[in-house]
């Protein structure tokens, strides 16, 4: 792993979970790690529920758009973390694979995308103790 990871986080619509996910981590992290998101089959826009869940929490995701997965995307990070896509990630040895079991928030309301929320920042949080901990002095 290089100095800065760099983790991908791929759902199938790139519109709630992976979203969620990357802003926790970029947030939480700060420039500690490079955060790249995409889906497998990417939805037209971020789920309102998710932007709104977020938003309570002082995260603003309103302006970003689901991307595609591509090979490249893979290659280019050290961590790749599926979030229910099953088998359309490209998997290149040396990478490190995870698989977060989420409950998908598409087609719900706020009050059941908090808990998603919720358990998205305590997994983000595992990770960056995990590979990018902040430096003591």
């Known amino acids: 792993m290089a100095d800065k990871p760099s983790v991908l986080f791929v759902c199938v619509h790139n519109a709630g979970r992976s979203q969620m996910a990357a802003a ?16 497998s089959s990417p939805g037209d826009q971020v789920n ?23 090979v490249d995307a893979v290659r280019e990070s050290d961590v790749c973390i599926t979030m229910g896509c099953g088998d359309t990630c490209p998997v290149f040895p040396g990478k490190r694979y995870l698989d977060w079991k989420l409950e998908d928030p598409a ?4 009050g059941s995308v908090r808990p998603i929320r919720d358990e998205i920042k305590t997994l983000v949080e595992g990770l960056i103790a995990e590979i990018a901990p902040e430096k003591t002095a």
């Open 24 to 39: 926790w981590l970029a947030h939480l992290a700060g420039d500690r790690v490079e955060v790249r998101s995409a889906g």
């Open 107 to 110: 087609g719900q309301g706020v």
């Open 48 to 70: 309102p529920a998710a932007v709104e869940a977020m938003a309570e929490v002082g995260i603003d995701i309103s302006t970003e758009t689901p991307k595609v997965l591509t």
